[in-house]
């Protein structure tokens, strides 16, 4: 009957450790996600892939900012979806805080 005690507890732990792992990824990606209006890095992850996503983005209002880290573009007002079509041709597009953004002129 130990055994079978310690089995149980180790499978609740287990079912506990997976639920917190699922609610720590949804909560970093509800944390880095671009929301409507905000500043975001466009990050690609394979190389030099720039398209669809940008385009779409300029097309419906958003701004180049500038230059990002590891070859990425800066960008304002982004809309929703921008997340998801940057993900899908293989890029990530990142929330950046109000705290980081600052004037250059």
Not at 7 to 24: K, M, N, P
């Amino acid at each position: 009957m130990d055994k079978i005690s310690q089995h149980g507890a180790f499978r609740r732990l287990g079912w506990l450790h997976w639920q917190a792992a699922i609610v720590a990824v949804a909560f970093a990606i509800t944390a880095l996600a671009p929301a409507p209006g905000a500043a975001v890095l466009y990050l690609p992850l394979a190389g030099h892939v720039r398209g669809g996503a940008l385009d779409w983005a300029l097309h419906h209002g958003g701004a180049l900012a500038g230059v990002g880290p590891g070859g990425g573009v800066l960008m304002m007002n982004v809309q929703t979806g921008f997340g998801w079509r940057a993900l899908r041709e293989g890029a990530l597009a990142i929330r950046v805080p109000q705290s980081m953004c600052r004037n250059a002129g």
